[in-house]
């Protein structure tokens, strides 16, 4: 029944080290997203897929890449892991209203707490 | 560009009152979707309340509804009967209406902490 699911739910590891969050939605959107919520609650969008083409890139270190295999599924690879990059993430999906069905509200995932030793 | 605004980033309601929460924007677009999500301490965060604004009447989902005010670019949203549960970060949001742009993007204010007293 899970609408977007993301894994691992907590994620604690050093400095330096490459991690990789997964998300997968099933319910049929095109759209699939990766925010960032830093420690104030601020949520900062990071990319955006759409069919599996990127369409968003915000100005986010080259250190975070996204992954799409196909529409239900965008993963999150980061390399060199730092302290700053600590924060929860999530996965957020969308179908636009021009799409049938679709009211272009974003559906979100329970969230990944990164943690950086 | 677009811009978001939560003045009020805490708010306390007894509960069973009612809470309002302010939200106000800035675009130069007709049409565009309001949103107003809610995140609890589990951090999942939940859409509350759609509002297109294109549409004269205001949005109501059960207890929350909001007061659209196109022309001042107001967007808040009113608590009745609140309740324990209802304790959580709020999140105005704001996206274009925009058929053919890919841009799907959603802007986002800073959000207000909402505490309920017993």
């Known amino acids: 029944d899970t609408a977007v699911s993301q894994t691992p739910k907590y994620l604690v590891t050093q400095m330096g080290n490459d991690k990789s969050i997964k998300c997968e939605q099933n319910?049929?959107?095109?759209?699939m997203y990766w925010y960032k919520q830093d420690s104030k609650k601020f949520l900062k969008i990071m990319f955006s897929?759409?069919?599996?083409?990127?369409?968003i890139n915000e100005t986010v270190p080259n250190r975070f890449s996204p992954k799409s295999p196909d529409k239900a599924h965008l993963n999150l690879h980061i390399n060199s892991l730092e302290l700053g990059d600590s924060a929860v993430y999530f996965c957020a999906s969308s179908l636009p209203s021009w799409r049938e069905g679709g009211t272009d509200t974003q559906y979100f995932g329970p969230g990944t707490r990164l943690t950086v030793l | 560009a677009q811009t978001v605004t939560q003045s009020q980033p805490e708010m306390s309601v007894q509960e069973a009152e009612t809470v309002t929460l302010s939200c106000t924007y800035d675009?130069?677009?007709?049409?565009?979707?309001l949103f107003w999500y809610k995140q609890p301490p589990s951090r999942q965060m939940i859409l509350v309340i759609r509002?297109?604004?294109?549409k004269q009447q205001n949005a109501t989902e059960n207890r929350f509804s909001v007061n659209f005010q196109k022309a001042a670019k107001s967007f808040s949203l009113k608590i009745s009967d609140s309740q324990l549960g209802d304790a959580a970060m709020y999140f105005c949001?704001?996206?274009?209406?925009?058929?053919?742009?890919?841009?799907?993007?959603?802007?986002w204010g800073a959000g207000t902490k909402l505490i309920i007293k017993p």
């Open positions: 897929y759409n069919n599996k083409e990127l369409i």
């Open positions: 319910l049929g959107h095109d759209t």
């Open positions: 509002q297109e604004a294109y």
């Open positions: 675009t130069s677009e007709s049409d565009y979707y």
């Open positions: 949001a704001y996206r274009s209406y925009q058929l053919e742009d890919s841009n799907y993007q959603l802007i």
